[in-house]
Nanobody, 118 residues
Framework: QVQLVESGGGLVQAGGSLRLSCAASGRTFSSYVMGWFRQAPGKEREFVAGITPRGWTKYYADSVKGRFTISRDNAKNTVWLQMNSLKPEDTAVYFC???????????WGQGTPVTVSK
């Protein structure tokens, strides 16, 4: 059974940083794309960042390019999202996801909330 467990969310002031972690288990981590998504109150879930199985290619939403960095360590079955220069509009619940491609994710974590105050 695949499990994805996020951690690292919290309250931060605008301009600050947070690092989210997602620990995966249940299948061969290094075989799958990993992604981060977020859902703000009253809005639909949106893609934030993705990384290919070996970490060679990374994808970002335009809204976070230059501020967020996704990375992974296949030996630790973990993916991270380093978030810098945070803005109030980054406030959301952040979800980790695992899938076959950057367009198809089939397992999701429970989410970790991030609140950015002005």
């Amino acid at each position: 059974q695949v499990q994805l467990v996020e951690s690292g969310g919290g309250l931060v002031q605008a301009g600050g940083s947070l690092r989210l972690s997602c620990a995966a288990s249940g299948r061969t981590f290094s075989s799958y794309v990993m992604g981060w998504f977020r859902q703000a109150p009253g809005k639909e879930r949106e893609f934030v960042a993705g990384i290919t199985p070996r970490g060679w290619t990374k994808y970002y939403a335009d809204s976070v390019k230059g501020r967020f960095t996704i990375s992974r360590d296949n030996a630790k079955n973990t993916v991270w999202l380093q978030m810098n220069s945070l803005k109030p509009e980054d406030t959301a619940v952040y979800f980790c996801a695992q899938g076959e491609s950057r367009w198809k994710y089939d397992y999701w974590g429970q989410g970790t909330p991030v609140t950015v105050s002005k």
